[in-house]
């Protein structure tokens, strides 16, 4: 499965912003999908996951209350919706996928987008 990621661009503050992660291949809407951040300088870190069917999100405790993730199936596409954006949320953002694992470990997600940067101004 090859996952390309989009939506980045330059916001201001309490902005938002969608991004997009399109799949390749229809079995995707099997996959478990998350999204991660690196920000310069730092580690890469978990942002938000959803399981396959949509049933079940995880996100990491900066970003809950701001941030949605979701997964349509019909169009092999994930979505992370960010509101109220914080210059602290500037990085670049990487969706993954898998077919087994969902959560926060980067290491166990078979499939990554080449990621999509995400700046925001204060």
């Known amino acids: 499965v090859q996952l390309q990621a989009s939506g980045g661009g330059l916001v201001q503050a309490g902005g938002s912003l969608r991004l997009s992660c399109a799949a390749s291949?229809?079995?995707?809407?099997?996959?478990?999908m998350g999204w991660f951040r690196q920000a310069p300088g730092k580690e890469r870190e978990f942002v938000a996951a959803?399981?396959?069917?949509?049933?079940?999100?995880y996100y990491a405790d900066s970003v809950k209350g701001r941030f949605t993730v979701s997964k349509d199936n019909a169009r092999d596409t994930g979505y992370l919706q960010m509101n109220t954006l914080k210059p602290e949320d500037t990085a670049v953002y990487y969706c993954?996928?898998?077919?087994?694992?969902?959560?926060?470990?980067?290491?166990?997600?078979?499939?990554w987008g080449q990621g999509t940067l995400v700046t925001v101004s204060s």
């Open positions: 291949r229809r079995t995707f809407r099997t996959y478990n």
């Open positions: 959803i399981s396959w069917n949509g049933r079940s999100t």
């Open positions: 993954a996928a898998d077919p087994l694992s969902v959560g926060a470990v980067a290491a166990e997600y078979d499939y």
